[in-house]
């Protein structure tokens, strides 16, 4: 897929790694469409893209709510025109032990909110923005392609049973629409991140950081030009679909 002048709408997209989605796929002649929750964050992002010659606008969205997902792609279709591409980068962590306890007796337990937040926000808006941008693409006639972010924790992670089971679950539907769609020329392929330098490992304690770094043969944090690239190979190579690709400094060799 060629990126110059392609519609490309980034989840999550006013920080972190959708932010950093956005300048890369920016650089390359994308006009992107960033929805996030956070209006200010969004005004910011679209700055900071604007001064580096990027085209941008951003739409406030709820990727969790169906109105406001169906709201969002009209409202791009209208100003930017049908999307070409979308990656679904929009997440959050609601982290808890499924059951902890001491001495047999339960302290606590994940909690069904805990549970439902993440689901919601973490598979069905992915569901929601994926089946938005399927059906505009279908319908302008032109090829497509979804990235959706999953992660290492699909394959399971302690204090994480709502986020491994959503990122298991990405996967899942990566698979699934890439078989589905491929009808329609859209491919669809997934990024499953390690550890990256984020504002919430910045926010770690550096006892807690160095343990973490450790373990990633590698020795160091990833970056998040590092996801950019990934996202960046799976829209540019005509030939990948259904798969995932692990940027994880080898911590699952």
Known sequence: ??????????????????????????????????????????????????????????????????????????????????????????????????????DGKVERTMSLEQWQAVVDVNLTGVFLCGREAAAQMIEAGKPGVIVNISSISRAGNMGQSNYAACKAGV???????????????????????????TEMTASMRQDMLDKLTAGVPLKRLGQPENIAQSAAFIFENDYFTGRVIECDGGLRL
């Open 1 to 102: 897929m060629q990126l110059q002048d392609s519609v490309i709408a980034i989840t999550g997209g006013a920080r972190g790694l959708g932010l950093a989605m956005a300048t890369l796929l920016g650089s390359r002649g994308a006009r992107l469409a960033l929805l996030d929750t956070d209006a200010a964050n969004l005004d910011e992002a679209v700055s900071v893209l604007h001064r580096a010659g990027i085209e941008a606008r951003g739409f406030v969205t709820n990727v969790a709510d169906e109105a406001s997902v169906k709201q969002a792609f009209a409202d791009i279709a209208e100003s930017l025109g049908p999307v070409s591409g979308l990656v679904n980068n929009a997440g959050i962590l609601r982290d808890a032990l499924l059951v902890k306890a001491r």
């Open 171 to 197: 996967v899942a539907l990566t698979t699934t629409w890439a078989r589905e769609l491929a009808r329609h020329d859209i491919r669809v392929g997934a990024v499953a991140p390690g550890f990256i330098e």
